[in-house]
């Protein structure tokens, strides 16, 4: 018994130590780093919910290629980003820029949960008017009284 | 009267969003390249590798860059769209050999139908991530300024064809 619980314990503990990512093959570490980090924040157009550096479809290889070539180039990341924008559209970036025909997907949700408080503090402000106090009138307490003491001990 | 018909609203808002988002299809991502000029590029054609064809080639007219390759399923169902068009002899189609091999892409075109003025073959996709290609078959009509005026992500339907593409030509030929 002593076991079983111990081994179960054992497969309940968390394996921290998972799999290493694969080491970048090619030559150059910075490169590869800035490269991982761009393409976690851009979008694989052909599996659109992965991110570029997620994905194995071959357009993400053929991109990250490019990505690669442009950062050799010297190209910030801004840059790089702009460059796939042109061609692919602001889709290609998972974090979309702030911008009119975009407000309502920044600013919406601000602005349900506005609207949810707002009507929170109305419906709150109605059920208390609502549930205004009615003190006891005399005549009250005393049927009160009579009818709480009318039970006998 | 307000608390049924609030949250009835609330619904009908929601559920107007929801049907509409049904029918809207996620692949279908606009393309900043609409108005914009077409990327210049110059390949090797497919039929005669020592030819190249180059953008500026085609200034003048307007004409159709078709991007396929014999690799693409959904090539297949928008081809004898592709070879009717091309019979009609209404608008030049050009086609960009997207990553594809040589001799399957001759093979293809034999067994299939040429409807191209001329292939150029993109080994490398440079020139398709230059046209923001991510979902062969994708087709695109220039004006004769160079300009893209249209695209089309997916196969060519018979809809798209007769409704929006041909009239597009004809309006750009006469302009």
Redesign the interface.
Known sequence: MIRLIAAIVFCMLPFTAAAKEAEPLAEDPVVEQRLNRLAEELRCLVCQNESLAGSRAELANDLRREVRDLIKAGKTDREIVDYLVERYGDFVRYRPPVRPSTFLLWFGPFLLLGGGAAALVFYLGKRRSRLQEQPLTDEDRRRAESLLGGGGK | MLRFLLPLAVFLVVAAFLVKGLFLN??E?????IDKPAPAFKLTQLHEPDKSLAREDLKGQVWLLNVWASWCVSCREEHPLLVDLARQKLVPIYGLNY?DQREAALGWLQQFGNPYAASVADL???V?????V??VPETFVIDKNGIIRYKQIGPITPDALNNKIIPLVKKLQQS
């Open positions: 996620p692949r991502v606009p393309s900043p390249l990553k490398d996709g440079r398709g991530i230059d046209y923001g991510y979902g």
